[in-house]
Each structure stands twice: as structure tokens, then as C-alpha cells.
């Protein structure tokens, strides 16, 4: 399967892409097997997602879920963002090869990760609420 327009059109001009200096929340994550790491910066107005950015070393389907991930999210609430599925990013791509699915899956883990971060720094255990993030292996998430 080749991939989509949808996903060729995100990896050409991916939304969203950069750093937040005063970011609420950041994550990262990173699939020791393909070596990929993506970065996620949320800013959290409320309980919106007022700004997210991201940086993503990694192959163009990384880069493409990243950035559909990052719009999927701007805007929405802390509660709304956590219930992004990777399969939800994978659609609204229409589609991706089976071998890049993982890299989906890195997105969603990416933003669920940057929330992780925001709670932690507000005193609060996130594991209950976003749940177990995998952790990178030793040195496979170190940019
Ligand atoms: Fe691993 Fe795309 S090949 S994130």
C-alpha cells in the first residue's frame, strides 16, 4: 500500500511543528526498534489545549502523524485529547501501510506522554488518569 495524498500532504507541510519555550507539558517518546522520536509540546489554557507543537526525527509517516495528531488535539480538552486514538489519526489520514502503523501509535503515545508531563507538574499522579506510557528504552529516546 502506498501512502495516502493525506499523508503525503502532512509530511510536504506538517501543521504544528516547532517548540513551546514555556510549554505546560512536554513528551517524548520513541520506538527503540526504527529509532524514531517525537516530541510534543502542549500549552494548556484552562482545560484546552490553547497550543501544541512538535518535533519529530523520524520517517515521514512519524512526521505525517504528528502533525494530524497535533491538529486533532488543538483546542480540545485535557479529557477530550487523552481519548485520541492512534487508529482515530490513522483515519483521518486515510489510512497507512500495516509496517508504519507503529508510527501512529508513536503520536498518540507522544500527546498522552506531554499530558503525563502537565500533570506531573501540577502535583498529580497521571498514571491513573492517562495510564501506563511505555517507557523508552536506555538511550533510544535521547535527541
Ligand atoms: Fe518508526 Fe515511522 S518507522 S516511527
Not at 3 to 29: C, L, Q, T, W
Not at 59 to 82: D, N, P, Q, R, W
Not at 110 to 136: M, N, Q
Amino acid at each position: 500500500m502506498a501512502y495516502s495524498e493525506k499523508v503525503m500532504e502532512h509530511f510536504a507541510n506538517p501543521r504544528n511543528v516547532g517548540e513551546i519555550p514555556d510549554a505546560d507539558g512536554v513528551g517524548e517518546v520513541g520506538n527503540p526498534k526504527c529509532g524514531d522520536i517525537m516530541r510534543m509540546y502542549i500549552k494548556v489554557t484552562g482545560n484546552v489545549i490553547s497550543d501544541v507543537k512538535f518535533k519529530t526525527f523520524g520517517c515521514g509517516a512519524a512526521i505525517a502523524t504528528s502533525s494530524m495528531a497535533t491538529e486533532m488535539v488543538k483546542g480540545k480538552t485535557i479529557e477530550e485529547a487523552l481519548k485520541l486514538t492512534n487508529k482515530a489519526v490513522m483515519e483521518a489520514l486515510d489510512g497507512l501501510p500495516a509496517v508504519k502503523v507503529h508510527c501512529s501509535v508513536l503520536a498518540e503515545q507522544a500527546i498522552k506522554s506531554a499530558v503525563s508531563d502537565y500533570y506531573r507538574k501540577r502535583g498529580i499522579d497521571p498514571t491513573p488518569i492517562v495510564g501506563e506510557i511505555p517507557e523508552c528504552e536506555e538511550g533510544a529516546c535521547s535527541l
